[in-house]
């Protein structure tokens, strides 16, 4: 038998990796296709699957949500679920690491990701333990009432996660949005200037008369949801007006003097 136990323990012995790194290209295309998309596969929905039916959806839930959905201008009816039939267990291969991501709050300015692998079932037969750490690299967080629940830590482990950047991704994430101040002085086409100016207009009048409409009684509850606030878009949309304007004019003007300047000097080389 103890022979039995060290012939396991050494097949267990493979798992050393304390650590999950991701590249910071692979986590900008989750985080894109996260913001470009919706999730269709897998949508929270307050229920709970059982082991007899599937349709443990709730009827007056599913209106209510399609209503909402139809009032906020989505054209997507998400009302399913993602379903995993109880009793199959986690298939997963025991060398692999799944990364999981929440697409809902990461593409709120904090990236909500997590790297888990299965834990050896062999592992309570024998009566060993799942897995020790006794590094102090990376950081694991404390599990919730709610994940220990959910089989942590005793069907699957979570792994730390560390973004890994190489000198070249490092430079082209700084340069990602960087401009140069030469950038503000560059002349815009006339025609393609008045024509952003007068659609901002229109958009302003649009925007103030969705505010007025809104200031006189508009009492619906889902008014502020999914839809556009007039107000803050009015103010944004004069903000920017008046600084593309401004900009405009002081281009215009530098222009006029760099040339006068250029012409003063041509005549006195032609002298």
């Not at 062999?122 to 950081?139: D, P």
């Not at 200037?193 to 007025?212: C, D, F, H, I, P």
Request: aromatic share 8%.
């Amino acid at each position: 038998m103890d022979r039995f136990n060290r012939l396991f323990a050494q097949q267990m012995a493979g798992d050393n990796s304390e650590t999950v790194y991701i590249s910071s290209l692979a986590l900008l295309k989750m985080l894109r296709h996260g913001r470009v998309s919706v999730p269709m596969e897998v949508f929270a929905i307050p229920q709970s699957g059982t082991g007899v039916s599937v349709e443990a959806v709730d009827p007056v839930f599913q209106t209510k949500m399609m209503d909402m959905l139809k009032q906020t201008g989505r054209p997507v009816t998400v009302v399913g679920w993602y379903y995993s039939h109880p009793g199959f267990g986690c298939w997963l291969n025991p060398r692999a690491v799944a990364v999981v991501v929440d697409p809902i709050q990461s593409v709120k300015g904090k990236v909500v990701i997590d790297a888990f692998r299965l834990i050896n079932p062999q592992a309570y037969v024998l009566g060993q333990e799942a897995r020790q750490i006794t590094s102090n690299l990376g950081h694991l967080n404390k599990p919730s009432i709610q994940a220990l629940i959910h089989s942590l830590n005793r069907h699957y482990y979570s792994i730390a996660i560390n973004y890994r950047k190489t000198h070249l991704e490092e430079n082209m994430l700084m340069n990602l949005h960087k401009t140069v101040w030469t950038d503000s002085l560059t002349m815009k086409d006339f025609k393609m200037s008045g024509q952003e100016n007068q659609e901002r207009l229109q958009k302003m009048v649009t925007l103030a008369e969705q505010y007025e409409k809104r200031v006189k009684g508009e009492t619906l509850k889902s008014r502020y949801i999914g839809k556009v606030d007039p107000k803050k878009h009015l103010e944004e949309l004069g903000k920017i007006g008046i600084e593309e304007n401004m900009v405009s004019s002081l281009v215009e003007m530098v222009d006029k003097v760099a040339s006068i300047a250029s012409e003063a000097a041509d005549a006195m080389d032609a002298d």
